[in-house]
DNA sequence: ACCGTGGCAGAAATCGATTTCTCAGTCAAC
DNA sequence: GTTGACTGAGAAATCGATTTCTGCCACGGT
């Protein structure tokens, strides 16, 4: 592995040129034609960290999801990855599936590093930010908040995607609409709940919404557990809306072929599966979610030290 | 972001104490009290990026897949992360896309990162190792071996697999037997339409195989149109060997619910999806692979220096 | 009592790139 | 002709941790 030494040697001037030559700092040309020349027959690539550690800061930036398996987030990343690349940073993916101690460890993995920035879908209402706040490295949390720090946010409107597709249930006949939501210390899931509650309470005035309301993983197997525990009550419901995709999967295998139940799902399926008959989806706009996260972070990086910016996307693409 | 020098300071030691103390070498219970103590109130993190450029090495370790969106692989990077992790390794997931620029790139940034290893499952069959494997930076091919490179790999037996798969197929009572395959340049997509090959020869002997075998993408769009060119033949399959689970995906929702067409796929279906009636499916041991590749990895990375090694796991587990 | 040994901690070199400082040489103006 | 501004390249400091080299001190043996 040549460095730049080697490459001050072979084309006969001082590390120094070297270094100018190849961050287009003026230079002779016949100076940099040999830097060049040399560079090139030594194949010579920069020490990424010892250019690092005298620049003190890196081209890496931190995207952390709670669960790398859920298509939703892998959209998201994609969103993320396509700006950033664009703009010559790299990405690394950390997945902290929904458990704080893991989130946790890769924020502190992000700020040994010394990453450029982060940008962070918490697993936890209050993520422990301070260290990394205090770098001032720009943080970007993006599909849920992070309380008790005032950063840039790209959420949805969660509570109105609740009462859209909670409405749509109403609206096609069914009487009893149940819930089934994610874990209560997630914002969406409860967000997405108030929306639901909030439709539940004006259409099933008397009935208790608690009964109605199932908090589960976010996952497969969480949608079809859930889905049972509902259709055990003494008073079942007729219609479930599930507020997120994989957990729609889960309920809709539930349900295997009674389609007596109406079912809305919030969160696109994955791969085009097609949703049981009757059932509806309501797509969620998880890659521009990344992107204006990106958008963001690659502000913050350029240098914008305005205000924390809240920007709620439309969830209904 | 407090450094070893101000630790010293504050300890009243010098920084070579501070760095033996956190590294665990002998120094006298009284030193290594005060700088534990001075580390903590300083809330000192090393700075990995001077550790790595002095210890020459670092604790990170470069997956490149071809499809994060693809759970097969997704599956085998939890496999891969899970050894890591425990290992004390970071594990940086790269998505090259199937193209042989962006896995080139990334392969690039492992390089000058200096990465303790890479674990590649490579886009094309003959992917460019020189720079990483001159830096003797050890690295493990997984599902897909890297031609021109003697390296450890970890692959199934995906000839075996098409057979299976198309046997049963036939067993089934079919007559003619299609085949839907990945791009022609990946090794899996080749080796598991020489199994569908063999089957076909010796089951539909007068019919000409080329006419039956179609490349895709490995993707749902691609199974769909697959399927599409398939069934407009003249004259059509009664059944199809699909070899890998998104293509199946697309192919059952181009199929929709014409179940005169028997289908297998090889690979197991996202997120516990049900075939529809009739398909087969055969599980793939995604995880498997990943764990088996970050085993040889980390045997190399402590200090193996035996001959490369090929492992072939049995694709029906 | 003196010398050799070993343990322990500090000083300094090191990793590889960037950047400030320094200095030699050029050219223009007075 | 001399001075001063300017250019461009090398020397050296720097980033923050690790590790080798040094040297001090205490202890033990003769």
Sequence with gaps: MATIY???????????????????????PAYADRVLAAAEELNYVPNRTAQRLRRRSSEVIALVIPDIENPFFTALARGVEDRALDAGLSVVLCNSDEQEDKESRY???????????????????????DAIVAMSTPVVA????????????????DVASGRTATERLYAEGHSVVACITGPATVETAQNRAEGWRQVFAQRSPGAEPDAYLV??????????????????????????????????????QALATDDA?????????????????????????????????ADLLLQRLNGDIGPARRIVLDSAP
Excluded: C, K
């Design 142 to 157: 993006v599909d849920r908040s992070a309380h008790g720090y005032d950063l840039d946010t790209v959420v949805m409107d």
């Design 215 to 252: 908090h589960s993983n976010y996952r497969v197997d969480g949608g079809q557990a859930a889905m049972a525990s509902l259709r055990a009550l003494p008073e079942p419901p007729d219609a479930v809306f599930v507020a997120n995709n994989l957990m729609g999967v889960g309920a809709m």
């Design 261 to 293: 139940v109406g079912i809305a799902v919030l969160g696109d399926l994955p791969f085009g599966m097609f949703p049981r008959p009757g059932a509806s989806v309501l797509p969620l706009p998880a890659r521009e979610l990344g992107v204006t996260a």
């Design 6 to 28: 080697e490459v001050a040697a072979r084309a006969g001037v001082s590390p120094a040129t070297v270094s100018r030559v190849l961050n287009g700092i003026a230079v002779s």
């Design 107 to 129: 924020l502190q993995v992000a700020l040994s590093e010394h990453m450029a920035g982060v940008i962070l879908a918490p697993a936890s209402d209050h993520p422990d930010l």
